[in-house]
Structure formats: structure tokens, C-alpha cells
Nanobody, 120 residues
Framework: QVQLVESGGGLVQPGGSLRLSCAASGSIRSINRMAWYRQAPGKQRELVAVITGGGTTDYTDSVKGRFTISRDNAENTVYLQMNSLKPEETTVYSC??????????????WGQGTLVTVSS
């Protein structure tokens, strides 16, 4: 079984920065894709940023130039550095990982979510 544990959310002033972390543990052979999503109340879940095992990244247009996703493959951990945060980005951010277990079975798991509040 694979689990994700997120950390790093909290309260930050508009224009401030936060760094989210998401660590995967369990029976992991490889992780192909790790990503961060967010979902504001009443809205659809949005893919914020994604990174592949090879390090290719992609971002939703609204965060390009402000957010950076990175990963530590040795630690099965993904990070999201968020700069110049805006009040409208207040919501729960969730981590997602897709890969293969040690039993050669595919997996997709979600973290519990971490709340980011951007407010003065």
C-alpha cells in the first residue's frame, strides 16, 4: 500500500510564499507522475502543477512564473514552491502520485490535503 503525507500549508499574506511538501511511502517500485491539485468550494478540482519521473514539468496558466514544482526521487517527495500568492488561491491543495508497486501493480493515491490561506 502506498500513502502520501502532505505538509507546509498555512496562513500567508498576499504576495507571500509557501512551500508544500508531499512524501510518498509504502511498497513503491517507481513513481511516474506526481502532481498538485487544488479545489475551491463550488469549483472543479484544478491541476496546478505536475512533474514526471524524468523531471518534465507543467503548470496551469495562472501559476506559471510564480509556482515551481520539484521532486526528490530518492525520497519519493514532491514540493510545490508558491510565490506571490493571491487571496483567490486560498483553498485545499492535494498531492497525487501515480506509479508502480513492488508487486508490479499500478497505483494512484491522494494525500489528505493541506489548507493554504492567503489573507491579510
Amino acid at each position: 500500500q502506498v500513502q502520501l503525507v502532505e505538509s507546509g500549508g498555512g496562513l500567508v499574506q498576499p504576495g507571500g510564499s509557501l512551500r508544500l511538501s508531499c512524501a510518498a511511502s509504502g511498497s513503491i517500485r517507481s513513481i511516474n507522475r506526481m502532481a498538485w491539485y487544488r479545489q475551491a468550494p463550488g469549483k472543479q478540482r484544478e491541476l496546478v502543477a505536475v512533474i514526471t519521473g524524468g523531471g518534465t514539468t507543467d503548470y496551469t496558466d495562472s501559476v506559471k512564473g510564480r509556482f515551481t514544482i520539484s521532486r526528490d526521487n530518492a525520497e519519493n517527495t514532491v514540493y510545490l514552491q508558491m510565490n506571490s500568492l493571491k487571496p483567490e488561491e486560498t483553498t485545499v491543495y492535494s498531492c497525487n502520485a501515480q506509479g508502480t508497486t513492488n508487486s508490479y501493480r499500478p497505483f494512484e493515491v491522494w494525500g489528505q490535503g493541506t489548507l493554504v490561506t492567503v489573507s491579510s
